[in-house]
């Protein structure tokens, strides 16, 4: 279904713990994204990557870390330096990367986090 | 970096009436302009984009109109159906930076 995948749709985590969520494409995009959706406050940018084993803060960046290993895989581990993790999480991705950002951005179906 | 502003945030219309949500950007190098909607429990889903080159586009009953030289674009939503009923976010990027700044959102209620 679209061709982005995000695991779990679900989360639940206790306080002081890290937890990773799985963002999978197989569109052969160049560039995704993470963003965290809260209520009134739109879609808020953590981290972006435009190309594999490179990646740049968003506007949100801290108690975030995230890798690109793979073109295919982008996780998001939501560390215990995150002061308010439970949030809504999307990932996206886009062809053209570096070479053009005028595409459209697909968007996986998101994962709920909650701390408990 | 760049700022995206959105107004309303709520928008309440009866059904056939026009809707219009409205969006500022700060980076005046920004040159592409899209549109997104999310329902209920679902994930965004382009409706429209625009890039800086043109001051509008139409597509059946949405359009978008831009101005450069204020900084803004606007959505235009006519003949409003229920099932437009969603929240509706702009976003604006430039060149090939590649990064997507949204809005905060523009919760568009269609009443019968």
């Known amino acids: 279904d679209g061709g982005i995948t995000q695991s779990p749709k679900y989360l639940f985590r206790k306080e002081g713990q890290n937890v990773t969520l799985s963002c999978e494409q197989n569109?052969?995009?160049?560039?995704m994204y993470w963003y965290r959706q809260d209520p009134g406050q739109g879609l808020r940018l953590i981290y972006y990557?435009?190309?594999?084993?490179?990646?740049q803060k968003g506007d949100i960046a801290e108690g975030y870390s995230v890798s690109r290993e793979k073109k295919e895989s982008f996780p998001l581990t939501v560390t215990s330096a995150q002061k308010n993790p439970t949030a809504f999480y999307l990932c996206?991705?886009?062809?053209?990367?570096?070479?053009?950002?005028?595409?459209?951005?697909?968007f996986g179906q998101g994962t709920r986090l909650t701390v408990v | 970096g760049e700022n995206v502003e959105q107004h309303p945030s709520t928008l309440s219309v009866q059904e056939g009436d026009s809707a219009v949500i409205k969006c500022t950007y700060s980076?005046?190098?920004?040159?592409?302009f899209p549109w997104y909607k999310q329902e209920l429990g679902k994930r965004p889903q382009l409706i429209i984009d625009?890039?800086?080159?043109?001051g509008e586009k139409k597509d059946q009953r949405i359009a978008v109109t831009l101005n450069k030289t204020a900084k803004h674009f606007s959505l235009h939503i006519t003949e409003t159906q229920p099932e437009d009923s969603a929240v509706y976010f702009c976003?604006?990027?430039?060149?090939?930076?590649?990064?997507?700044?949204f809005g905060t959102g523009t919760r568009l209620q269609v009443t019968l």
């Open positions: 996206a991705s886009k062809p053209g990367g570096l070479r053009d950002s005028h595409t459209e951005a697909f």
């Open positions: 980076d005046s190098a920004s040159n592409y």
């Open positions: 569109l052969n995009h160049d560039a």
């Open positions: 990557s435009q190309i594999v084993n490179d990646f």
């Open positions: 625009i890039r800086s080159n043109v």
């Open positions: 976003a604006a990027s430039r060149g090939t930076a590649s990064k997507l700044t």
